[in-house]
C-alpha cells in the first residue's frame, strides 16, 4: 500500500428532511447565494419553493442560474461567472444531478480568475481561492457532491474536459434519497452504470496488497447490482435509492482509492469525446465502453485482478485466472444490459465516422489509462469494437 493523507472536508446531510439544516451551513461561509439548477425538476418535486422559503425566513439573497444542461456547457458556466461578480456572490448551491455541481465548481473557481474560464480545462489555468459551494443531491450518478473534480462541455470545440482541485469539494452536500424518486428509468440505469463505473476506474489499477480499498470497491459493486433494478422497477423504494445514493458518493470521494494508484480512468476519458460530439449521456456511454475497455487490456499480466473481480463480486468460481477473468467481464455486460442499458455505439445511433478525431482528442495530453496505456491507435480499435 502507498503512502496517503485522508482528507474528505464535505459535511454530508443525508436523509429525509435534511434540507432543513442548510441555512447555518451556508451562513458559515456566505450570504449572498448564486442557485445554479437545471431544467426545472426542483420546481415538480419540491425543492425549489423550499428553499425559496428558507431563504426568505433567513434573509438569504439569492440570484437564479436555471438551465444547465447535461453534459454542462461553458457557456452556463461563463453566465454563472457574470452573476456572481454583478451581484457580488459570496456563495454557490447547485441543486441537481452532477451536471448541475460540476458547472457550480466550474464557475466557482472561474469568479476570482482573471482569464476565460475554458483555461481550466486545457490546462492554462490552476484554482485559487474559489467561491464556496454546495449541493443539494437529486440523481446519484457522478459522485460529484463529495469531490473536487468536474467535467465541462465546450459546443464550440466539440470537446468535453476534466478539471478539479481540493477546494473545489463542495463544504457540504444534502443527499436525501426522497428527492431521487422521479428520476426516470433511463437516467435512474445510467447513474446506476456511472456509479458502476467509477468503482471500477478506482478497482482496476496494477496495484497489489490493497486489500481494504479492493474488498470496500467490491461491496460498492455489490450494491449497484442489488440494488440496480430494483431502483428502476420501484422508483419510491426507499432502500433501494437510499444505498445508491451513498454508493455513488463513496465510489468516488476518494475512500477507495487511497493508498494505491488513483484509478485508471481510461474509459471515462474516451467516454468523454463519445459525449461531447454526440452528446449521450455519460452512464450509457460508460455502459457500452467499459466491458469493451475489459476486454481489450486484459492480458496475463493483470488477469488476476478481473478474476478477483469475478470471484467475489459475481461469483465465478473457476479457478483458472484467465478464464475467470473473462467470464467476469461477460457478467459485467449482462449486467449493464439487464438494466436496459445500451450495448453498442450503433444501440444510440453513432457509426464511425469520429472515430479517429475521438481517439486523437482523448490522447491529446499522451497516453492513458494506468493498468495498460492506451495511445490513438488503441481508442481507435476500442472504439471499432463498440460498434
Same mark, same amino acid.
Given at each position: 500500500m502507498r503512502n496517503f493523507n485522508y482528507s474528505i472536508p464535505t459535511t454530508i446531510l443525508f436523509? /429525509?428532511?435534511k434540507i432543513e439544516e442548510i441555512i447555518p451551513e451556508i451562513k458559515k461561509y456566505g450570504s449572498r447565494v448564486l442557485l445554479c439548477y437545471g431544467g426545472g425538476s426542483i420546481k415538480k418535486i419540491g425543492i425549489y419553493d423550499k428553499l425559496l422559503a428558507l431563504f426568505k425566513e433567513n434573509s438569504v439573497y439569492f440570484v437564479e442560474l436555471a438551465g444547465?444542461?447535461?453534459?454542462?456547457?461553458?457557456?452556463?458556466?461563463?453566465?454563472?461567472?457574470? =452573476?456572481?461578480?454583478?451581484?457580488?456572490?459570496?456563495?454557490?448551491?447547485?441543486?441537481? !444531478? !452532477?451536471?448541475v455541481i460540476d458547472?457550480? /465548481?466550474?464557475?466557482?473557481?472561474?469568479?476570482?480568475?482573471?482569464?476565460?474560464? #475554458?483555461?481550466?480545462?486545457?490546462?492554462?489555468?490552476?484554482v485559487v481561492d474559489p467561491?464556496?459551494?454546495?449541493?443539494?443531491?437529486?440523481?446519484?450518478?457522478?459522485?460529484?457532491?463529495?469531490?473536487?473534480?468536474?467535467?465541462?462541455?465546450?459546443?464550440?470545440?466539440q470537446d468535453k474536459r476534466p478539471m478539479g482541485d481540493p477546494a473545489l469539494r463542495p463544504v457540504f452536500s444534502v443527499l436525501d434519497p426522497e428527492y431521487t424518486y422521479s428520476v426516470n428509468k433511463w437516467h435512474s440505469a445510467a447513474g446506476t452504470t456511472d456509479i458502476m463505473s467509477h468503482i471500477f476506474e478506482a478497482y482496476f489499477t496494477p496495484d497489489s496488497g490493497v486489500l481494504v480499498q479492493d474488498l470496500m470497491s467490491e461491496a460498492l459493486m455489490s450494491v449497484c447490482i442489488k440494488y440496480g433494478r430494483q431502483a428502476i422497477d420501484e422508483p419510491k423504494n426507499y432502500e433501494a435509492r437510499a444505498n445508491l445514493m451513498w454508493a455513488?458518493?463513496?465510489?468516488?470521494?476518494? =475512500?477507495?482509492?487511497? !493508498?494505491?494508484?488513483?484509478?485508471? #480512468?481510461?474509459t471515462h476519458m474516451i467516454e468523454?469525446?463519445?459525449?461531447?460530439?454526440?452528446?449521450?449521456?455519460?452512464?450509457?456511454?460508460?455502459?457500452?465502453?467499459?466491458?469493451v475497455w475489459m476486454d481489450y487490456v486484459l492480458d496475463a499480466d493483470n488477469a #488476476?485482478?478481473?478474476?478477483?473481480?469475478?470471484?467475489?463480486? #459475481?461469483?465465478?468460481?473457476?479457478?483458472?485466472?484467465?478464464?475467470?477473468?473473462?467470464?467476469?467481464?461477460?457478467?459485467? !455486460?449482462?449486467?449493464? /444490459?439487464?438494466?436496459d442499458m445500451p450495448s453498442t455505439l450503433k444501440d444510440v445511433n453513432i457509426d464511425g465516422t469520429h472515430i479517429s478525431v475521438m481517439a486523437e482528442k482523448a490522447t491529446i495530453f499522451g497516453p492513458v489509462g494506468s493498468l495498460?496505456?492506451?495511445?490513438?491507435?488503441?481508442?481507435?480499435?476500442? =472504439?471499432?469494437?463498440?460498434?
Open positions: 436523509g /429525509k428532511n444547465i444542461k447535461p453534459n454542462p456547457r461553458v457557456s452556463s458556466v461563463r453566465e454563472g461567472i457574470a =452573476l456572481c461578480r454583478e451581484h457580488k456572490l459570496d456563495f454557490i448551491l447547485a441543486v441537481g !444531478g !452532477g451536471s458547472a457550480s /465548481k466550474a464557475i466557482a473557481a472561474g469568479v476570482p480568475y482573471e482569464g476565460d474560464v #475554458w483555461d481550466f480545462m486545457i490546462g492554462k489555468a490552476t467561491l464556496p459551494l454546495a449541493s443539494v443531491l437529486t440523481l446519484a450518478a457522478t459522485g460529484s457532491e463529495m469531490n473536487g473534480s468536474a467535467v465541462i462541455s465546450n459546443d464550440e470545440t455513488g458518493t463513496l465510489a468516488i470521494n476518494g =475512500l477507495i482509492s487511497y !493508498g494505491k494508484i488513483p484509478g485508471d #480512468w481510461a468523454h469525446e463519445v459525449s461531447a460530439i454526440y452528446d449521450l449521456t455519460h452512464g450509457a456511454g460508460l455502459a457500452i465502453l467499459f466491458p #488476476w485482478r478481473f478474476a478477483q473481480m469475478a470471484r467475489n463480486v #459475481w461469483g465465478v468460481k473457476l479457478a483458472d485466472d484467465m478464464a475467470a477473468a473473462k467470464a467476469g467481464i461477460g457478467e459485467v !455486460g449482462k449486467f449493464f /444490459k439487464s438494466l495498460k496505456k492506451l495511445y490513438s491507435k488503441d481508442i481507435e480499435e476500442i =472504439l471499432k469494437r463498440a460498434l
